[in-house]
């Protein structure tokens, strides 16, 4: 199975994307699914977690700018950022915490392949 991110690109300050992360294939669950960025010089930081329970949390730094939600039914994760800034630009990866494809697998971790965020002031 593999994370498809998409929605990333260039905006300018104060504007809005909304990044999503679909799995390749049919899933049955995940335990929790995050986003992670990596700004260049930088580590790589948590931005947010849904759990599977649907428990949301944030990094502070976007705490009331982003928000973190989840289509199951589409295996698909999105993170609306809003008033974005120029400290938001990084590559975005989502990062699927015990994703299991069926009733009695192994869970196991993946990460996506990262879509580019940048912010102009």
């Known amino acids: 199975v593999e994370l498809v991110e998409s929605g990333g690109g260039l905006v300018q300050a104060g504007g809005s994307l909304r990044l999503s992360c679909a799995a390749s294939?049919?899933?049955?669950?995940?335990?929790?699914i995050s986003w992670y960025r990596q700004a260049p010089g930088k580590q790589r930081e948590l931005v947010a977690t849904i759990t599977d329970n649907g428990v949301r949390k944030y990094a502070d730094s976007v705490k009331g700018r982003f928000t973190i939600s989840r289509d199951s039914a589409k295996s698909t994760v999105y993170l609306q950022m809003n008033d974005l800034k120029p400290e938001d630009t990084a590559d975005y990866y989502c990062?699927?915490?015990?994703?299991?494809?069926?009733?009695?697998?192994?869970?196991?971790?993946?990460w996506g392949q990262g879509t580019r965020v940048t912010v102009s002031s």
């Open positions: 294939t049919r899933i049955l669950s995940i335990d929790a």
């Open positions: 990062f699927a915490d015990g994703l299991r494809l069926d009733y009695g697998d192994n869970a196991y971790d993946y």
